[in-house]
């Protein structure tokens, strides 16, 4: 009895193993595109900026590091990198009253002003004269990742933005480190002279987003007419000797928990803290400003209000660049002091912002018909990173440290979110170009790390 159901377990293996279908996995095919010679346009995103600075691990795992690797499968070549020499690199801080440079943000454990020890993303100040051997760059020739962080789409025809960093005058440092001819030459004659064979674009993020961290307290955002012209003149000239490329849209601000993690109103107050403050509001002469038990909306700036300030509503938001120990410590945005405007989008900015993301993507989707290039629907991407999607088998969502997609600065990808990024690029090219290049499995992409 043994023997028979041994052979017929064996008899039923060997029947199985022969109707297992054969997987018809394609050859790498560059189709109707060439990829001998690619570079990549772009800011933030597309230089690997995370954890708030720009640092060596992020530009090896960018997206178009991880492209370039995709791409010499179908033809591709070496791809140069104004690299920082080590893992500490730089970053811009916003708050340069602090300092003008910060470290990478890492995960560690913090003390708030309340006592209570939690795990918090750590960075430290940097000085100028600390920074020096990050701003040392590269000679211009020798880089195919033209994307400078915070470069919006003008700095690209700038020959001012190439100078070396200054307090006083180029705030930016990073187009400086591969700039041809620096203070001469311009990132659009720099890229036009790569002679590229394959483009990978993501331009007009920090047109739109160096205004909404700054609160809208920067420069306005360009016109869609602006933006239109300044892409014509780009995609014309580096698509003129017959360039294929791809360019992605912008995504939603909504899709960041920079601008969500901290609500609107979450000035969570009991009775007796809420009489305490109508009755010094309505003694001032300013009974709009009303508080009850439980959620309330913070104070802003308002020019128009009566006392110039009033409380934020449904549909405005604040930026994680918010002190957060003064909120919860030091009644900032209840009493004395408001939330400072650089911290706060307001109905009118948030509008603002509305109207420039769907009018540039507009401009973005009859460009990359006009030059015949891929379009990366990054807009829709975001939407479902805020839903939840998987990847090898793991969740991501756009929870900030928990959701795995997002760097510990809450608005730039880590590396692992990059990586799923550089394959929704992959998705658009194939399907433009009739290709096959293979997706990305990065398995030494960093997620957040833990202590």
């Known amino acids: 009895m043994k023997n028979i159901f041994t052979r017929s377990l064996i008899s039923s293996c060997l029947l199985l193993a022969s109707c297992v279908p054969k997987l018809d996995i394609p050859e790498p095919s560059a189709g109707e595109a060439n ?51 080590d893992n500490n690199g730089i970053g811009l801080n916003p708050k340069v009253w602090e300092s003008w440079f910060v470290t990478p943000a890492h995960l560690g454990y913090k003390t708030d002003c309340a006592g209570v020890t939690s795990l918090f993303p750590n960075k430290s100040t940097m000085t100028v004269s600390a920074a020096t051997s990050y ?32 307090t006083t005058g180029n705030k930016n440092p990073y187009y400086n480190r591969f700039a041809s001819l620096p203070g001469t030459s311009t990132l659009y004659e720099d890229a036009k002279h790569q002679d590229a064979s394959f483009i990978t674009a993501w331009l007009g993020m920090e047109d739109i987003f160096n205004y909404a961290s700054s609160g809208g307290t920067s420069a306005a955002i360009p016109s869609s007419t602006t933006f239109s012209n300044y892409l014509d003149t780009l995609l014309g000239g580096l698509t003129a000797n017959g360039a294929k490329g791809v360019i992605a849209n912008i995504p939603d601000f909504r899709n960041f928990p920079y601008y969500t993690l901290v609500a609107w109103d979450n000035a969570d107050i009991k009775q007796t803290q809420a009489d305490s403050l109508n009755d010094i509001y309505s003694a001032a002469g300013m009974p709009q400003i009303f508080f009850k038990e439980g959620r309330n909306g913070f104070l802003i700036n308002d020019a128009a209000a009566v006392g110039g300030f009033r409380q934020l509503h449904k549909g405005e938001y604040i930026t994680l660049g918010v002190p957060i120990d003064s909120m919860k410590c030091n009644k900032y945005g209840l009493l004395v002091q408001v939330i400072n405007n650089r911290y706060a989008l307001d109905s009118t900015e948030v509008f603002a912002l509305d109207n420039a993301i769907s009018s540039y993507n507009a401009v973005i989707a009859q460009k990359a018909a006009q030059y015949n290039l891929a379009l990366v629907d990054m807009h829709s991407f975001f939407n479902s990173v805020t839903s939840g999607i998987k990847w090898n088998g793991v969740d991501f969502n756009a929870a900030f440290i928990s959701g795995g997609f997002f760097s510990l600065d809450a608005y730039h990808p880590n590396q692992k979110g990059y990586a799923i990024i550089a394959n929704e690029f992959i998705k658009a090219i194939n399907i433009k170009y009739h290709s096959f290049v293979p997706t990305v499995y990065c398995t030494a992409c960093d997620g957040v790390i833990f202590p």
């Open 35 to 85: 990829f001998s010679k690619t570079i990549a346009i772009g800011g933030d995103f597309m230089a690997g900026y995370q954890d708030d600075a720009l640092y060596l691990k992020g530009q090896q795992y960018c997206i178009p590091a991880l492209l370039a690797e995709q791409f010499k499968l179908v033809g591709g070549t070496a791809f140069g990198q104004a690299l920082m020499p």
């Open 135 to 166: 701003l040392t760059g590269v000679a211009g020739n020798t880089v195919q990742n033209m994307s400078v962080p915070f470069a919006n789409t003008a700095d690209y025809f700038n020959p001012a933005f190439g100078t070396a960093f200054s």
